[in-house]
């Protein structure tokens, strides 16, 4: 069950009748050398690890440690308890649970780098709510991690997920292709579908440089998680609706590569361009930092 490529894997699940995810876990058997079992139980524990990020960024007093975040996804919570969202009910779930999430990271909580620290708020953020809005069980979305990890691997092997190779594009756009893959297989969508979408969810933000103000992984990277839940849950909509991908999987990943590294140096994590080069960013950074 070996594949470094879309195409590769995708000719595996057509050839064995296989969803993403069952062939992504023979492969991890062949790997690894652990059993099925063993290897849903470490993503069982990545799974409640993220449940609890979710929860405590949702309902807890959590601030980084700089001071420029904490609450917001607490906010949108509160708003949406008392208005109708302007996004709709399972939009606002998501993009509150993933700014969330990444709130507990800045405050050095424990979250799972899904692929990084940076986008670590988009799966969690997506899966969870799916979880929560369509009753699915947590085997369901462990096949979902599994699936996105398919995706991740692809990416990781053939491009970067790193913001200080790639930009922002390589980090959260990675993160909403794993995680639009997921829902669309989570949803019955196809194997080529998945692939689409996450396709899409790359396509849609190609070019976005990583600017992070005065260095830390807190803004404008916190919205920009909310992005990636809304890209993800966009196009897994798009895919699921018998829309594909006019450029193939494994060329989207390509020219994410290419774009990635024609990105100034200034703007891939290096708090030299961009908003953290701004006034206020200026200002944020000799405040947070002395400097």
Do not use: W
Request: one cysteine or more; proline letters at 3%; a negative charge.
């Amino acid at each position: 069950m070996n594949f470094t490529n879309g195409k590769e894997l995708l000719d595996l699940c057509n050839k064995h009748n296989k969803r993403i995810y069952e062939v992504m876990l023979a492969k991890e058997v062949e790997l690894s050398g652990l059993s099925e079992e063993e290897i849903r139980g470490k993503m069982r524990e990545s799974l409640e690890i993220m449940k609890s990020a979710v929860n405590s960024g949702l309902n807890e007093e959590v601030k980084s440690l700089s001071g420029l975040i904490g609450g917001e996804g607490k906010k949108i919570k509160k708003r949406r308890d008392t208005h109708k969202p302007v996004c709709g009910l399972v939009m606002s779930k998501a993009i509150s649970s993933a700014m969330a999430v990444l709130e507990v990271n800045a405050a050095m909580g424990r979250i799972v780098a899904a692929p990084t620290a940076g986008s670590c708020g988009i799966i969690p953020g997506t899966l969870i709510t799916m979880q929560e809005e369509f009753g699915l069980e947590d085997e369901d979305i462990i096949n979902a991690l599994i699936t996105a990890s398919a995706i991740g691997m692809i990416i990781t092997k053939n491009a970067t997920v790193a913001g200080a190779e790639g930009g922002c594009q390589a980090e959260t756009g990675s993160a909403a292709g794993m995680a639009a893959g997921a829902v669309v297989e989570l949803m019955g969508g196809t194997p080529e579908a998945s692939l689409s979408a996450a396709s899409m969810c790359i396509k849609n933000i190609l070019g976005l440089v990583c600017d992070p103000i005065a260095g830390l992984v807190e803004v404008p990277c916190q919205t920009r998680n909310a992005m990636g839940a809304a890209n993800a849950l966009i196009c897994a909509e798009i895919a699921l609706s018998g829309v594909s991908s006019i450029i193939p999987f494994d060329e989207v990943v390509d020219t994410m590569y290419k774009v990635g590294r024609s990105i100034p140096f200034e703007l891939r994590e290096t708090a030299l361009g961009g908003l953290a080069d701004t006034p206020t960013g200026r200002k944020i950074q000799k405040q947070v930092l002395g400097e």
